[in-house]
DNA sequence: AATAAATAGTTTGATTTGCAAACATTTTAT
DNA sequence: ATAAAATGTTTGCAAATCAAACTATTTATT
């Protein structure tokens, strides 16, 4: 049950993901990965380095609109980091792609990851990191299975104890 | 060293993140919580049930600026989750304070954290679960020690392989 | 073939979140 | 009394997001 600790647990957890956050906000604030911002390089991050991808392919990806999508696909274009083009086949579909300099900035993304997970595993004894990332894996599959536990109760579950607001 | 799988674990690691927020993000969309955004809920859990706050100390504790919080308060206040009055004595500061329907929300939240941790720990045995809660513990102590890294190395570093944007 | 329906993106209008800088008020130091 | 510091608010701007209206293209239906 662990009852007693849950409520600090939970704390724990939630002030990681905040602080993971912050700990790449301030990375990219300092003109690593030049000027992107982190939704930006997530955008990148949703394209990926190989093959180009169509707009909704992307935003789905990456859970938004398509409108929303092509906004920061302009943008990304502008700054040189995406190509946009038609797909020749189906011409109601545009493709992206990483250009050169998207590339560079993805690896260089990925290798900021890569460090921050070194200096976490550095400390650990080789029993210890194998059960950390095992942990991980796990956690990530329940609280994924989570997500989609909200995701199709869609409409089953009506907050009982709401209480009407705003006017 | 445990080089290969580093990648791996470092996209678990992100990918959490992201299937939390989003986790909560979808709660919040369904109505559990009323009509707050994942921000608002933010500062209500930063302002806290109990005493009231300063402008200046709940915008640090966000990461904020005052004049974001201002904004951000306008509102909360407007849909009554907060009350704002002037200092009796340092006229200058501005205390805000949680409404009942504050404190509801802020509970709901807390109790909606906990639900998530719960399910989380539920399939382990009571061994796994201490381990797990101090393995996140150390998570959480050492990207805080990351993030005050990248806070102090302030202008120390600047980026080797960037190369010039926009134009 | 002609029309209707579906699909893929873009555009528009709005809101939320955020910063920096200018500003007003109040307190503290000189 | 004047200057400096501290605390918030306001203003102007930008990024990120959605929903809904719209355009262009492809697929289905009659």
């Given at each position: 049950m662990l009852n007693p600790s849950d409520q600090e647990f939970a704390k724990s957890l939630l002030r990681i993901f905040d602080n993971v956050l912050l700990t790449e906000e301030k990375a990219l604030s300092k003109g690593y990965f030049s000027n992107l911002s982190i939704a930006e390089l997530h955008t990148l991050e949703a394209i990926g380095p190989y093959d180009a991808r169509t707009m909704s392919e992307t935003a789905a990806r990456l859970g938004i609109t398509t409108g929303t999508l092509t906004v920061a696909i302009d943008r990304l274009v502008r700054k040189a980091y995406v190509e946009r083009y038609r797909d020749?086949?189906?011409?109601r579909v545009v493709r992206i792609r990483l250009t050169r300099q998207g590339k560079l900035a993805y690896r260089m993304h990925a290798k900021f990851h890569t460090l921050l997970v070194r200096r976490l595993l550095d400390p650990l004894d080789e029993s210890e990191k194998q059960r950390l990332v095992s942990l991980v894996k796990n956690i990530d599959e329940f609280i994924a299975e989570q997500y989609h536990k909200y995701s199709e109760e869609e409409n089953a579950?009506?907050?009982?104890?709401s209480g009407g607001l705003e006017s």
């Open positions: 020749m086949k189906d011409r579950i009506t907050a009982k104890d």
